[in-house]
């Protein structure tokens, strides 16, 4: 007893009493150095997070879940959907990627997203012909294994697939856009009869970007200008009611207007655009989570809804044809350190998220521009070398590291490949420009980071380290 129960039991209490009801994250690993699984699945359980979503089902993130009762929804990447057309490489991957999990202290499977934004217009309809195929194979999959009462396979959709005609821009006129109609129509009856759920992801970011005469308040929760829907009358305060309700008017317009939808992304970004940063981020939460503990729903969905905050981490590896903002989503930083505060249980008190725990970083070293260095003819081609090799997001125009000068520039981008590089003495030569420091080159608003020690990456597995020790073995043999 003392002091220590009495510290388990407040633990215990604020666990409890933490996070929105059925909140779940996004957890991305397109990162040069991610923490390990086992970090990650700590980092969700002292956050008292309950559901994540995966983009695939790699064996060491399914493992470190294990026995966390966490709810999971694994995924099938939109490369292997053509495969998936074929019944028994569905039911392979159903035995592999699910049951194989399904025992006690096994990972606790909800779902399966089967592709991830498979209609995005710039994928020029390469997934059109595969995607309803590979849902219901996979669902078949889970209905003969004798899961599929409790695993329901589902499409995350992004927000473009329903829209509204130009001369009736309102929720209720909302239809599924015309182009893929037959497709979406033949997923909304399948999913409806297997009782799964509708996935979509919704972005009011992507709404004020690069619109910049969309009205910022409406991207948030606080003060948009009522915008009145023509249909029903109904006022509309905010871009993410207003999207919802579009597809719930276009599930109507198919027929299954009850049909469970789920919010499989929403989140903000925090550098690499104008209007991304930790203070809109804040805003941006601060409206949704209060709302979605209240269970208020949508004015045309009043209630319950099941969301997924897009993302838990900044992934440096991400494609950026986005945008410079895509490696910036983590309500975590890279090393699993909260950025702003967050208030997972919805009554937005000013208090930060649980840091990860045990993260090992590189030496206190960092790369630098040489101010002495003789010869700068080569600097701007060393410096888009190491910009178009590592992260340079936030120098660009509105982020972070936007007000360094020009050789502040250079140290940012030489230091980003310089740690991406795993602190290699080599990559920070730069043709004599370059030069280490163990001063500490950040300033107020940007930060050069440290990268983490390869022992919390993947990029090095045991069995390559394995197999670089016996070539050094076997090197030194023949000498
Ligand atoms: C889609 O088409 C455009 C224009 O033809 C092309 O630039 C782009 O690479 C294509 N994208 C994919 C994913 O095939
Ligand atoms: C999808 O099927 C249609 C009709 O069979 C065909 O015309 C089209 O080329 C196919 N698209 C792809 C990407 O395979
Ligand atoms: C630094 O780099 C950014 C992004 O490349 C550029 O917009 C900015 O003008 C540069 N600043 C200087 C002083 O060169
Ligand atoms: C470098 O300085 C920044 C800003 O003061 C600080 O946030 C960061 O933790 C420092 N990095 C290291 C490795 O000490
Ligand atoms: C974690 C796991 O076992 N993943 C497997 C999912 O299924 C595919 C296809 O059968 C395998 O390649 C993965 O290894």
Redesign the pocket.
Known sequence: MGFSWFLKLVLVLGILSCCVNGLGVNWGTQATHPLSPKTVVQLLKDNGITKVKLFD???NT?SALAGSNIEVMVAIPNN?LLVMTNYD?AK??VR??VT?YNFKGGVNVKYVAVGNEPFLTSYNNSFLNSTFPALQNIQNALNEAGVGDSVKATVPLNADVYESPENNPYPSFGRFRTDINTEMTQIVEFLNKNKAPFTVNIYPFLSLYGNDDFPVNYAFFDGGTPIVDSGTGIQYTNVFDANFDTLVSALKAAGYGDMTILVGEVGWPTDGDKNANNGLAVRFYNGLLPRLAANKGTPLRPGYIEVYLFALLDEDGKSIAPGNFERHWGIFRYDGQPKFPMDLSGQNQNKLLVGATGVKYLPNKWCMFNPNAKDVSKLAATIDFACSNSDCTTLGYGSSCNNLDANGNASYAFNMYFQIKDQDELACGFQGLGTTTTQNLSTEQCSFPIQLASSSSSFFSPSLVGLALMMMVSTFMLQ
């Open positions: 089902a790699d064996k399914m292997q490489k392979e991957w592999r990627n194989a």
